[in-house]
């Protein structure tokens, strides 16, 4: 029912005539743009854009989009990608042994609601196997220990590249990424964190946030980056606890939070909505 | 230091093209645009926009803007406005006693934040004339009984005039306007209702929220149509409650609410950011 | 690891020396309080208590309770029930088409979140069987028409008997039960309406909300009486929404605050947590 | 017309019988509890208990309290404080320039919504003095300098003594307080910072925040102790923010979550809602 689309993803420095120029080129093509959305960082001056466009009739396909849209990109020095909404993504999902994330992911993927397929699911543990392999999902145990690490991530990379896997989900996977294979998915792995980054980064953050005492609790969806818990965040968002909450508490209520945070991430991501520069996201949702 | 803007508000039949020519048509005169917002209601098929153009370099301005943009309107059957950021909007408060969102407002405009001038309060009372009055803003008190009401809101649009208002705030005013009175003002008196809208319109929603028993609490602000309560929804925000909160507090926690709203609500209609479409709204925030 | 704990329910008419009494009465017979709350509705003037005793050292069993506490109740003209944490509570699932309340009651379920069994899922169609049956849970289905209703709820209620079912949560089941039917089952049936009532009561909330132009969407839990949509209310929650989420968006987002919200009632109801008075509730949590 | 009532509040190790003990206590004195709160830290077996008990016929005054509960408490090794609601906090407000806090607190407290009397405001800058004294309060003007610190504090001290405040609170004032001070306060000095605690520690968080591409921003209000912004937890809130937002919007936006949580931190303390504990806090509210 939802029309296809080419959806476009610019970031370059402002000027002038720039929104202009898109949409000119874009009518040139006889393209029809169904939403635009612009944004632009006055301390940097950086501008984002992105623009969707009805593939019904826009002379322009993935064949031929960059011969057409490279040179005009170059006149504003543009950093640009063009996805095509009619080629679904295809998410590759790492789980340790909780499945609270996971779950919740492939229940939102069979109700129609996450916009991509799933064709892989790694884990460092058996626990999650039968769950991913009732949806007829391909799962693959790849512990994974401090030594055999570099071999078990080049077994990971193989696995992901014959599923095609555009997109990594950490779904509460419990082992830390080299940067050798952070660097093979720039801003194409998203991270759960639960808690409220910056706080709590590491380990144990529902135990950490028990003995501060906090009166809110948090979780925090991230693209990764070479920096622990120091990604470039996507959604994050909060829920009142209080004195009567142990940690089992935090960290059942904490679960919800989680499932929410990633399963939102996700869908910007797959659907092109996420911009992400100098460490930050721009999200046009 | 924010850069004065025009602000063009369009809505019209959706069609193909709309944006690259009100792109082409604002680079023709030379216009940068800062911010660029649209959205298609895919049910109607209605197509609305709002564009905020840089006045520096602009060779459109109040005096020449509607001769030239108005061909290029038409072709589009576009319903239209343009403001101008240096041209400060007008705002007149209506109060009765209730002080708190009147003492909001204004604490916000001494504070610089709500981007506004108040030249006027109207009340039925006098309660709130020493706050309005320290203020250094003219305070008229026109008390209303059934009886003269048509005189009185004769008075009201007197003193309006006078004051140059453009929007209308009603300040928890406990007063119905006529229908000829709102017909003066159409989409330019903001209210705001103490309750989640539909749900509690009418009086006394405190009440009739703390006898059903509901959890969370409301408050909405709108604007005010022949309907009672039912005008185009601005913003809306709750708040949790439980059985330990009596009506009392529910009244108290509920005027912390209703300032957050109304004050919400007062900034995007004076930054331009609401289009009005079938008795609802498209806020672009 | 929890310990096993007796719930003292009791509303009464409020005096002086309730609570001193109820304390000195478990002392009496050894047990250690290791929860009490209570609340005065001093409109009414109603008591509520909740004491949980533990159930190590206490010299009162299911068995000789009533004997023991009914004189001491019957002084103040208590209201009040007696529930036993060992005993876990039995809970019988009605569900239509859609799953996902079903499902998420389910994982919880199956994570150990919820401190309840489920013996029983009943439904008028037979999409979640295969759900119901992987889970190990009988599946019943009943399928109910104007005609049928009366011999299909004889039908319903002895499954339920048979399954020995405590209490019942309608997981977005969306037939409406006779008053004959409710009244086997006071304050023993939960449930979940996709608005925030009172807002939007009946039919296609969501549709109605979309309608409105609302900028918060909700959902209600509730205990089930005759009157459609207007028991008790035990839990809500509300989140934002705009001009761009269509309807099917609404309902997608909305889902997720059903689940969260259902769950929560489910949850305080089996830890005997909400006391029922005057058609609201007094939830001790 | 809210009853006049003691407020015991208690901790101790958690013990068999401390609350039967306690409501025997309070019943052979003829006192009625109008409100029993209690809890226990299940994993340091700390017990702690605030009980509400109306003055109308209760045999103990704060005459005679501490001889007739003392030898009671000691066998419970207790610490303990009673507060009587008929003899009014006084609080004491330290600001620097920024007056937002501080012109929060004042409008609720002449909206007779704060509980308590403000009898004096200090400051270290001049901005606020015309707010203060148009309200009838006290305002003197102790500026502070790293020279003049321990003379200024004594000063301080001086006029607190003098003005017989209970509580001070920092309403946005600028100043560390010596680790001196504030042993003069323990427990009796609240602060509002600018963050979602511990997220954003020390000075201008909401440039971190900024800086960090955080989606959500927050306020925490806490006791302060020695060390910096580390104080018992009172009240927290948080608010989503988005790529737009530039620091002065978090900062506009933040300035309404500051007024919020510091007033409902104040309002708990004044109404003798909270415990301290192993620097976190029991807030029975």
């Known amino acids: 029912m939802t029309k296809s689309t080419a959806r476009l993803l610019i970031s370059c420095p402002d000027a002038k005539g720039i929104i202009a120029g898109v949409a000119a080129f874009i009518a040139q093509y006889e393209g029809n743009i169904v939403e635009a959305d612009q944004h632009v960082d006055p301390e940097h001056g950086d501008f984002f854009m992105r623009v969707e466009i009805e593939l019904d009739g826009f002379r322009l396909n993935p064949g031929n989009f960059a011969g057409a849209w490279g040179p005009f990109a170059e006149r504003f020095a543009m950093r640009w990608s063009v996805e095509w909404s009619n080629i679904t993504k295809r998410v590759g999902i790492f789980v340790s042994k909780q499945s609270h994330c996971l779950n919740d992911l492939l229940w939102r993927w069979q109700g129609g609601e996450l916009d991509a397929e799933i064709p892989l699911v790694i884990s460092n543990h058996r626990d999650c196997e039968a769950i991913v392999r009732n949806c007829g999902i391909e799962f693959q145990h790849v512990p994974v220990t401090p030594e055999n690490k570099a071999e078990q991530e080049a077994r990971q990379i193989e696995l992901l590249e014959a599923a095609k896997v555009d997109v990594i989900v950490l779904a509460r996977y419990m082992q830390v990424l080299t940067p050798e294979f952070v660097a093979q998915y720039p801003n194409r792995i998203i991270n759960i964190h ?39 965040i996507i959604a994050q968002a909060t829920l009142a606890v209080d004195h009567r909450d142990a940690i089992d508490d935090l960290i059942r209520k904490g679960r919800d939070l989680e499932r929410m945070v990633l399963a939102r991430a996700v869908r910007l991501h797959v659907q092109d909505k996420i911009l992400v520069s100098r460490n930050k996201t721009v999200v046009f949702d």
Not at 204 to 210: C, F, G, I, V
């Open 194 to 232: 639960h808690s409220f980054l910056p706080a709590f980064a590491g380990r144990r953050p529902y135990h950490a946030a028990y003995e501060r005492g906090v009166k809110i609790i948090g979780a925090t969806s991230h693209y990764v980056t070479d920096r622990l818990d120091d990604g470039p």
